[in-house]
């Protein structure tokens, strides 16, 4: 007699992170399609600038999610991820819950400590690692409080609030979800706190980190992703209130190969991310050149092999 063969793993929720370049004449067709193609979510960056595309049109993220909340119906909205490097708890949690309104509760709130790239000193000298950590943990505790609380009150040492209103709160309940970005202890503690879900790209590390080929560079990611879920296993297993795993969430760009490099490329990528135990994987909406360059093609026949 044989053991039964292990269950398949579940299949992961979809998701797919649209760039704020295009004016809305032309993203908000790309919003639609995001949902017509059978994404679950869809997210776009928070940030001022970013990276090599700090001198391309770059819009705010906050009008733009309302914009496309206003486009869609079912497919799920949400910031991947907004930081403290410019967002202040009290007029933030406002935009979250004017976005929950707009989306009717289907908005997403993903959350990190914040970079160090081109946004993180617009508003003054950027903190150090250690600060930005304990920035971050204050600011997701006060956006927990004021998203949850009709008046709230506080005096820390990031941040501020005085008889802050939030009425009439989220249609979400108990509040707008937390996807907490974190690949430290610290955060994934924070995450295992107050998030529904935990994010990330996976290890940090460039290709040419890794002698031989990419091949080699994409295997030692894999490798080095599966030890970080099972540390946030365990961090989840010490900190969570009910020692619940938060949903996973997994950036498959992080890698060091571009998920639309092909369809074999996503399909495989997606079915490793679930071996794994992860929730859900985000890709990027392709662009034309530069990075995340690829097919839209590719991204339609993926979905459909995907079962989308």
Same mark, same amino acid.
């Given at each position: 007699? &044989?053991?039964?063969?292990?269950?398949?793993?579940?299949?992961?929720?979809?998701?797919?992170? %649209?760039?704020?370049?295009?004016?809305?004449?032309?993203?908000?067709?790309?919003?639609?399609?995001?949902?017509?193609?059978?994404?679950?979510?869809?997210?776009?960056?928070?940030?001022?600038?970013?990276?090599?595309?700090?001198?391309?049109?770059?819009?705010?993220?906050?009008? !733009?999610?309302?914009?496309?909340?206003?486009? +869609?119906?079912? %497919?799920?909205?949400?910031?991947?991820?907004?930081?403290?490097?410019?967002?202040?708890?009290?007029?933030?949690?406002?935009? #979250?819950?004017?976005?929950?309104?707009?989306?009717?509760?289907?908005?997403? !709130?993903?959350?990190?400590?914040?970079?160090?790239?081109?946004?993180?000193?617009?508003?003054?000298?950027?903190? &150090?690692?250690?600060?930005?950590?304990?920035?971050?943990?204050?600011?997701?505790? !006060?956006?927990?409080?004021?998203?949850?609380?009709?008046?709230?009150?506080?005096?820390? &040492?990031?941040?501020?609030?005085?008889?802050?209103?939030?009425?009439?709160?989220?249609?979400?309940?108990?509040?707008? *979800?937390?996807?907490?970005?974190?690949?430290?202890?610290?955060?994934?503690?924070?995450?295992?706190?107050?998030?529904?879900?935990?994010? &990330?790209?996976?290890?940090?590390?460039? *290709?040419?980190?890794?002698?031989? *080929?990419?091949?080699?560079?994409?295997?030692?990611?894999?490798?080095?992703?599966?030890?970080?879920?099972?540390? #946030?296993?365990?961090?989840?297993?010490?900190?969570? *209130?009910?020692?619940?795993?938060?949903?996973?969430?997994?950036?498959?760009?992080?890698?060091?190969?571009?998920?639309?490099?092909? #369809?074999? +490329?996503?399909?495989?990528?997606?079915?490793?991310?679930?071996?794994?135990?992860? +929730?859900?994987?985000?890709?990027?909406?392709?662009?034309?050149?530069? %990075?995340?360059?690829?097919?839209?093609?590719?991204?339609?026949?993926?979905?459909?092999? !995907?079962?989308?």
């Amino acid at each position: 007699m &044989t053991d039964a063969a292990a269950p398949a793993p579940a299949r992961p929720r979809l998701g797919v992170v %649209i760039l704020p370049q295009e004016r809305w004449a032309q993203a908000r067709h790309v919003w639609r399609r995001a949902e017509e193609y059978g994404f679950d979510h869809a997210w776009t960056y928070d940030h001022l600038a970013w990276r090599s595309l700090a001198d391309e049109p770059w819009f705010a993220t906050v009008p !733009l999610l309302a914009a496309a909340a206003a486009v +869609t119906e079912r %497919i799920r909205l949400g910031t991947w991820v907004a930081s403290p490097n410019f967002r202040h708890p009290v007029p933030f949690a406002k935009d #979250v819950m004017g976005l929950d309104d707009v989306a009717e509760g289907r908005f997403l !709130l993903g959350l990190g400590a914040g970079g160090e790239g081109f946004d993180a000193g617009v508003l003054g000298p950027a903190p &150090t690692r250690g600060e930005r950590t304990r920035r971050f943990e204050e600011f997701v505790e !006060l956006l927990d409080r004021l998203l949850t609380h009709p008046v709230t009150d506080h005096e820390g &040492t990031f941040y501020a609030a005085h008889d802050a209103r939030m009425h009439p709160g989220t249609i979400a309940r108990p509040r707008t *979800p937390f996807v907490i970005a974190a690949n430290g202890p610290r955060t994934m503690a924070l995450a295992a706190r107050y998030g529904q879900g935990w994010a &990330t790209y996976g290890p940090l590390f460039a *290709p040419e980190d890794v002698e031989g *080929p990419v091949s080699a560079a994409q295997e030692a990611w894999w490798t080095g992703l599966a030890g970080m879920v099972e540390q #946030v296993r365990e961090v989840a297993a010490r900190q969570a *209130p009910d020692g619940r795993v938060p949903d996973l969430y997994l950036s498959l760009d992080g890698a060091p190969v571009f998920s639309l490099e092909s #369809v074999d +490329t996503l399909v495989e990528g997606v079915e490793r991310a679930a071996d794994l135990g992860f +929730t859900d994987v985000v890709v990027h909406w392709p662009r034309a050149e530069g %990075i995340y360059a690829g097919s839209e093609d590719v991204l339609a026949e993926g979905m459909s092999r !995907l079962g989308r």
